[in-house]
């Protein structure tokens, strides 16, 4: 998927590849060794549902996103370029209880976008950045709002990565946004209709935990 991105988001991902890499990247000077193992990121994703009594229900999805040889995961689903919607079991948070965190923990189904967008940055260069952005859209059926996006940025050279980042933007600002959710393409196993959504269930949470990004 190639093409210029729009203005505010060109801007983040030019300081993004630029600041940390300028010498390699303008004057050719080595440039830094892949990463050793897969990027992988834990992010806790904030959204608000309507309980049946009218009341506001705060939690936090837990989704563990990978990158590894050339494909993005998303709690060990792959998923390919465009936006994606996959509905699995995965980690919830409740907010309301905060004194008591064994309590306010539960596994639930997610019904969740995922947009990765490949921009190649210079021609004939293997040298590429990965942009993945999410938006959950409902849990356990019950549909959610959301305000912020959790974006990580991930900047690859033949498959190896040479540094990744992620951070928030309100949704209204992001690609994902833009994207109509009719065209979302439906995570489907082989010899399964493109019409019927599959549920997987996801890494234990044992497992998730253990995934999440360290800061660089």
């Not at 992010?43 to 837990?62: E, F, P, Y």
């Not at 309590?103 to 210079?122: A, D």
């Not at 040479?162 to 933007?169: F, K």
């Not at 994902?176 to 489907?188: Q, V």
Request: hydrophobic share 40%; aromatic share 6%; with cysteine.
């Amino acid at each position: 998927m190639e093409g210029a991105p729009p203005g505010s988001l060109a801007l983040r991902l030019l300081l993004f590849v630029a600041l940390p890499a300028s010498g390699w990247l303008t004057t050719g000077a080595p440039e830094p060794p892949p990463l050793s193992g897969a990027p992988q990121d834990g992010i806790r994703i904030n959204v608000t549902t309507l309980k049946d009594d009218g009341d506001i229900s705060k939690q936090q999805v837990v989704l563990n996103i990978t990158y590894e040889s050339g494909q993005v995961y998303v709690n060990d689903l792959p998923v390919n370029s465009g936006v994606t919607r996959i509905s699995c079991q995965t980690l919830i948070v409740k907010n309301e209880n905060l004194e008591n965190l064994e309590e306010k923990e539960y596994f639930g189904i997610v019904s969740v976008r995922i947009l990765v967008h490949e921009w190649p940055m210079t021609s004939g260069s293997s040298l590429q950045l990965i942009v993945i952005q999410e938006e959950v859209v409902e849990i356990d059926g019950k549909q959610v709002q959301q305000k912020d996006v959790t974006e990580i940025d991930i900047l690859v050279k033949n498959r190896g990565v040479l540094r990744h980042s992620n951070y928030t933007l309100p949704l209204e600002e992001s690609m994902l946004y833009s994207i109509s959710r009719d065209s979302d393409i439906l995570f489907t196993l082989p010899n399964l209709s493109k019409k019927e959504k599959v549920l997987v269930h996801c890494k234990p949470l044992a497992s998730i935990l253990s995934g999440m990004w360290k800061p660089l």
